[in-house]
Nanobody, 124 residues
Framework: VRLVESGGGLVQPGGSLRLSCVVS????????MSWVRQAPGKGLEWVSY????????YYVESVKGRFTISRDNARNTVYLQMNSLKSEDSGLYYC??????????????????WGQGTQVTVSP
């Protein structure tokens, strides 16, 4: 199983980025997919997850209205469109096939499959 994130970078506050995650080695269309992030010195934090066909999408409160998760099952790819970025959005962003209803369980890198991450830095 391989997950490869891309699209991170340095952006000013208020800017936008679109993250992509290409998945191989598993039946992508059968998996819920999620994005998590890790800020320096902090633990993993859920950001968003999407059901296997893209009908239902869930976001943590801090990103609602700014981030949009989507997927293309024909391309085995999940996306995270991030708008109105803030400095507190900075961190290493990972995609994976683990998820937790209502984000009740903390994310764990040893649960499910995860990529190596893409760095997002929001700074003037």
């Amino acid at each position: 199983v391989r997950l490869v994130e891309s699209g991170g970078g340095l952006v000013q506050p208020g800017g936008s980025l679109r993250l992509s995650c290409v998945v191989s080695g598993l039946t992508f269309s059968a998996n819920y997919m999620s994005w998590v992030r890790q800020a320096p010195g902090k633990g993993l934090e859920w950001v968003s997850y999407i059901d296997h066909i893209g009908s239902n999408k869930y976001y943590v409160e801090s990103v609602k209205g700014r981030f949009t998760i989507s997927r293309d099952n024909a391309r085995n790819t999940v996306y995270l469109q991030m708008n109105s970025l803030k400095s507190e959005d900075s961190g290493l962003y990972y995609c994976g096939n683990d998820w937790s209803a209502d984000f009740k369980r903390p994310p764990k890198r040893n649960s499910g499959h995860w990529g190596q991450g893409t760095q997002v830095t929001v700074s003037p």
